[in-house]
């Protein structure tokens, strides 16, 4: 597609399930981000991917959070054991050789 | 650690009064600076962004924003705001080769009344 695309676009969970909300980069884009935007903390980092590279996962909030992405293309964040604080928009991000950085719509997820 | 302070939080503007809104960043090494937008209910865009030459630089819809090197600066403008110009305002940074991603403000919602 032409942009970052991401799913589900809303996730509603009960407290201590796990998620998985998914992101398709945009094609040829070798960088890939995730960031969180709740009202109370603003748009956070939380992780970033260069091709098949492991990541630095010292952004992510709490070891329940944890990121793969497959053959350097698709991604998908998982968090177990969810809480009330992980409700938030998830965005997903990525970049080609610069740093400009091109964002998904977004996953919103309610914890209930 | 970076961090970036945008200094109004709510801005009320009527149609076709000027606009600015300040963005200060605490990096001291060679940065690269973004406003990015987000209308109601929509996903960020990119509006303009500065890596280096020129310190005005112009971005879509009207917008620049100029880089003062020396205060820190990357204030966003516009001389004339239109109704269709509400939305979410954020400034953001990013160093290096990026892996530490970008580093955000806290925002501005502006709001044009007709």
């Known amino acids: 597609g032409a942009g970052v695309s991401q799913s589900p676009s809303n996730k509603v969970t009960e407290k201590g399930k796990d998620v998985e909300l998914r992101c398709d980069p945009i094609s040829g884009h070798t960088a890939l981000y995730w960031y969180r935007q709740s009202l109370g903390q603003g748009l956070e980092f939380l992780i970033y991917f260069q091709g098949n590279s492991a990541p630095d996962k010292s952004g992510l909030p709490s070891d329940r959070f944890s990121a793969e992405r497959t053959g350097g293309s698709v991604s998908t964040l998982t968090i177990q054991r969810t809480q009330q604080e992980d409700s938030a928009v998830y965005l997903c991000?990525?970049?080609?050789?610069?740093?400009?950085?091109?964002f998904g719509p977004g996953t919103r997820l309610t914890v209930l | 650690a970076q961090s970036v302070s945008q200094h109004n939080h709510h801005v009320i503007l009527s149609e076709a009064a000027s606009l600015e809104l300040g963005c200060n960043y605490s990096y001291g090494g060679t940065v690269n600076l973004f406003w990015y937008v987000q209308y109601p209910g929509q996903h960020l865009q990119l509006l303009l962004k500065?890596?280096?030459?020129?310190?005005l630089v112009k971005g879509i819809k009207g917008f620049e924003a100029e880089f003062i090197k020396s205060k820190f600066s990357f204030n966003l403008r516009k001389p004339s705001v239109q109704w269709s110009d509400t939305a979410e305002y954020f400034c953001a940074v990013i160093s290096g080769g990026g892996a530490d991603g970008l580093t955000f403000g806290k925002g501005t919602h502006l709001i044009i009344q007709p």
């Open positions: 500065y890596f280096s030459g020129d310190p």
């Open positions: 991000a990525s970049s080609a050789a610069g740093p400009t950085t091109f």
